[in-house]
Nanobody, 124 residues
Framework: QVQLAESGGGSVQSGGSLKLSCQGD????????MGWFRQGPGKEREGVAVIWGEGNTDYADSVKGRFTISKDNAKKILYLQMNSLQPEDTGMYYC??????????????????RGQGTQVTVSA
């Protein structure tokens, strides 16, 4: 069982920035696949960014060049730096983890473990 807890959400204006954090609790944090997905009002869940267990990253086309995923293995924290936020980025953001076989960022919503989410609201 992996416990994950997100923080850092809030309300910003279009063009603003937020940095989300996800605190994990397992010593195997360093090799799990770790990612973020979001769900906007009336929208399907969308995989946003992922760090694969081997260290490489992948992003949804909708956030490439604006969002950056990173992690601190020693502190067991996953981050998502979000810049140039737009109203369409509004939603609940979840971090997720898994140790299985996945290939694409759009599978992040299917990861086995996830947190409770943190709300991001971007106003025009």
């Amino acid at each position: 069982q992996v416990q994950l807890a997100e923080s850092g959400g809030g309300s910003v204006q279009s063009g603003g920035s937020l940095k989300l954090s996800c605190q994990g609790d397992t010593d195997t944090y360093s090799w799990y696949h770790m990612g973020w997905f979001r769900q906007g009002p009336g929208k399907e869940r969308e995989g946003v960014a992922v760090i694969w267990g081997e260290g490489n990253t992948d992003y949804a086309d909708s956030v490439k060049g604006r969002f950056t995923i990173s992690k601190d293995n020693a502190k067991k924290i996953l981050y998502l730096q979000m810049n140039s936020l737009q109203p369409e980025d509004t939603g609940m953001y979840y971090c997720a983890a898994d140790s299985g076989v996945f290939r694409f960022v759009d599978r992040v919503p299917d990861f086995r473990w996830r947190g409770q989410g943190t709300q991001v609201t971007v106003s025009a």
